[in-house]
């Protein structure tokens, strides 16, 4: 009790108090103040006196950020906002990495590099680093050169279909859904990527295909530096995050235009007004930094394309391609057969789809291989009867 003031001498004071007010009322709202607090001070060392303390501190929320609690937030803020301001990049050193995973698209490569490392040279950035958009007909590296990027760049990745998200409901799966609603008790899948890693490139594919409710968030997005998350409506920076657009929208017209224009500023220009004339939205174009055009895959650039995806498809059934001089891991023929049907039809699917096919007949024998303890494999190609090519397999070690 020592130090204490004894709670009847309190509830005493606290009465002459009261009468005070009564007696002059200019005083009141000082007094009534007075009053609050010494009651509050009776009751806080009542609920000590009895050890009640503790646990209530231990059930109470924290009031602040952990940062509040055990550093000078302000400052570590300034510092970290500094660091951030700028970011210097070696652009031919990012083009030599970039050429060297993304095959048949040397000039594209040339012109992003530069491009990212203008962007990311500004100190001042209330907005995205930029806002790009890779056209160009399907299969020819847009969403690889994004990964790429994002790698070689040390930043978060993330991929949304905008083909899934025609629907303004779409909205909640991206930017999460307000509560009350179903889904309201996590956050979008954008919003929490954002929150999680700030500096991340995002990549939207087939973008025209969103709903125009869902572009207008993203214009807001990129307008307003920040996206509002549905479920707390916290507002997510997203200030030092890189967005990348594809469309397969005048894919052709593009296509036709990378071969004929060499100039990147009249080739961006021109891909820029053949996607308005596609129907791709305008206020999106306009908003949009840069539009990089791909140019289709030719000649051995298929082969190589095609060899990265193959090799790829049989490591995810847990085997490898046997590579080396002399090993002929892949069948002449079936790369072949991929470039002629790649210039059959260069606008569809590209080289993914062909892939597909080789993996539709080849599938069962690779899980056989691999339950039967092969390691490394050779895809062999052949003709049948009717001059069909038939993919196969061999088990080589």
Same mark, same amino acid.
């Given at each position: 009790?020592?130090? &204490? ?21 200019? /005083? ?5 103040? +007075?009053?609050?607090?010494?009651? /509050? ?7 000590? $006196? ?5 646990? /209530?501190?231990? &059930? ?26 700028? $970011?210097?990049?070696?652009?031919? !050193? ?22 990212? &490392?203008?962007?990311?040279? +500004? *100190? ?19 969403? *690889? ?62 973008? $025209?295909?969103?709903?125009? *409710?869902? +572009? ?55 891909? =820029? !007004? ?8 305008? *206020? ?12 289709? /895959? ?40 991929? +470039? ?16 597909? !096919?080789? $993996? ?10 691999? !339950?039967?303890?092969?390691? =490394? ?21």
């Amino acid at each position: 009790m020592t130090g &204490r003031v004894p709670l009847r001498q309190l509830a005493a004071l606290a009465g002459i108090i009261l009468l005070a007010v009564w007696l002059f009322p200019a /005083l009141g709202l000082v007094l009534v103040v +007075m009053t609050g607090a010494l009651v /509050l001070a009776a009751l806080l060392g009542l609920a000590h $006196e009895h050890g009640l303390t503790a646990p /209530l501190a231990r &059930r109470l929320p924290m009031a602040n950020d952990i940062l509040d609690r055990f550093t000078n937030r302000q400052a570590l803020e300034s510092l970290v906002g500094a660091a951030q301001t700028s $970011e210097l990049i070696d652009a031919a !050193a990012l083009a030599e990495t970039l050429r060297a995973k993304v095959i048949g698209q040397d000039q594209v490569i040339t012109d992003v590099t530069l491009t990212i &490392r203008r962007r990311l040279a +500004m *100190e001042r950035r209330e907005k995205p680093v930029g806002v790009f958009c890779f056209a160009g007909p399907p299969g020819v590296g847009k969403t *690889e050169l994004g990964k790429q990027l994002a790698s070689a760049l040390g930043r978060g990745f993330q991929f949304h279909d905008m083909s899934t998200c025609s629907r303004p409901e779409g909205a909640a799966t991206l930017f999460g859904s307000p509560k009350g609603y179903m889904g309201s008790d996590s956050y979008g899948q954008l919003t929490a990527g954002l929150r999680d890693q700030p500096a991340s490139l995002v990549l939207l594919d087939e973008f $025209e295909k969103a709903s125009p *409710e869902i +572009m207008r968030r993203f214009l807001t997005a990129w307008n307003d530096g920040f996206v509002t998350e549905g479920s707390d409506g916290r507002k997510i920076a997203t200030s030092r995050a890189i967005f990348v657009l594809t469309t397969n929208a005048a894919s052709d017209r593009i296509s036709d235009l990378a071969r004929e224009i060499t100039d990147a500023d009249q080739l961006a220009a021109a891909s =820029k !007004a053949a996607l308005r004339e596609a129907g791709f939205p305008p *206020e999106v174009l306009s908003r949009i930094d840069q539009v990089f055009s791909f140019r289709p /895959l030719v000649g051995l650039d298929v082969a190589r394309v095609a060899i990265v995806q193959i090799v790829r498809l049989v490591e995810d059934y847990g085997l490898t391609v046997a590579d080396g001089v002399g090993e002929e891991g892949i069948d002449a023929e079936l790369l072949f057969d991929a +470039m002629q049907r790649n210039d059959e039809t260069p606008s569809t699917g590209g080289v993914r789809d062909i892939v597909r !096919a080789i $993996e539709r007949q080849i599938s069962e024998v690779l899980i056989e291989a691999r !339950a039967a303890g092969a390691g =490394k494999v050779r895809l062999t190609g052949r003709r049948s009867d009717s001059g069909d090519l038939i993919a196969g397999v061999e088990r080589v070690g």
